[in-house]
């Protein structure tokens, strides 16, 4: 478990390196198509980096919650799900974090945060109902795992990196069709533009397939390790196996879940949305509920 912390701690880090370099990769290949020697493309790509950088790192949870609907709870409104999650919290050696309800029928649950002091968790509606308590404290182990392990830090970068990445490649596209830059030398301006049609086409093509790369590597194993930390931190991992058989059964997609969002969730929220399912960021029911039961 210690050593799953300092890889994601320095896979949070190599992933900032590999976005900024990236995105003053895109600025000057602007500058070269576009520019007349100067570099306002690459001041442009540095300045989203950081400002992209800093949306990621200390809005992301924020930004998280709000699309999910999630409202924030106390003690008082839901004692038995705050103590829950205080309890696990003291077993697991972190900070009591933020509680929050989904108003959704599904059952699921996400945490979100960029350490252990700023973290926040989110049960939907659905999960209270549906779920006995070894089934919820299952749940809300696994959550609490992602926390300790720092898997929120790191899953947040990739989402909101890779959709500006994405976003950044868009503009610069877009910016060819409305004629911005265009200082190099007439005998140039062509071979600039077509340059840099073949560069942002390539970015754009190849952008999703990246972030799916992604998101594949970083979330699927992630998951089958805070399955096994949430087990550990009940000492019952039979729990957490038949929460999962639960949302195998209920396959309830939430109504405010998104592709973009959806690394964070307990299961997949898209389920049995047209072919999500092909590009499943989550491993399958079956086989966590496999390893959880291999553990007993």
């Known amino acids: 478990m210690y050593s799953q912390i300092d890889s994601n701690k320095y896979k949070s880090i190599a992933l900032i390196a590999i976005f900024v370099a990236f995105l ?4 000057f290949a602007y500058d070269y198509a576009y520019g007349s020697g100067g570099l306002g493309g690459v001041f442009f790509a540095i300045l989203i980096s950081v400002f992209m950088t800093g949306v990621s790192y200390f809005a992301g949870d924020k930004i998280a919650l709000s699309s999910s609907g999630a409202r924030a709870i106390t003690k ?3 004692t038995y799900l705050y103590n829950i999650v205080e309890n696990l919290s003291i077993t697991a050696g972190i900070p009591m974090p933020k509680v929050y309800i989904i108003p959704d029928a599904a059952i699921n649950a996400f945490a979100t945060g960029r350490d252990p002091l700023h973290a926040s968790i989110a049960v939907t509606e659905g999960a209270l109902k549906k779920l ?7 749940v809300l182990a696994h959550e609490l795992s992602h926390v300790k392990n720092f898997d929120t830090r790191l899953i947040m970068l990739v989402i909101v990196l890779v959709g500006a990445i994405g976003l950044l490649a868009d503009m610069f596209w877009r910016a060819r069709f409305f004629g911005f830059g265009g200082g190099r030398r007439d005998n140039d301006h062509e071979g600039g533009n077509a340059l840099f049609m073949i560069i942002g086409l390539a970015i754009i093509l190849l952008s999703p397939l990246i972030a799916q790369l992604i998101k594949f590597a970083l979330s699927r194993r992630r998951e089958f ?3 096994a930390s949430g087990a550990l931190l009940t000492r019952y991992p039979e729990g957490l196996a038949r929460a999962l058989e639960k949302i195998g059964i209920d396959k309830a997609p939430m109504a405010h879940a998104n592709a973009t969002t959806a690394p964070l969730y307990f299961t997949n929220p898209l389920s049995g949305k047209n072919f999500i399912n092909l590009f499943s960021t989550h491993p399958p029911l079956e086989a966590r509920v496999k390893a959880l039961r291999g553990m007993a």
Do not use: H, R
């Open 24 to 27: 003053v990769a895109l600025g």
């Open 225 to 227: 390790l805070a399955d």
């Open 132 to 138: 006995e308590n070894e089934e919820l404290e299952g």
């Open 76 to 78: 008082k409104e839901n």
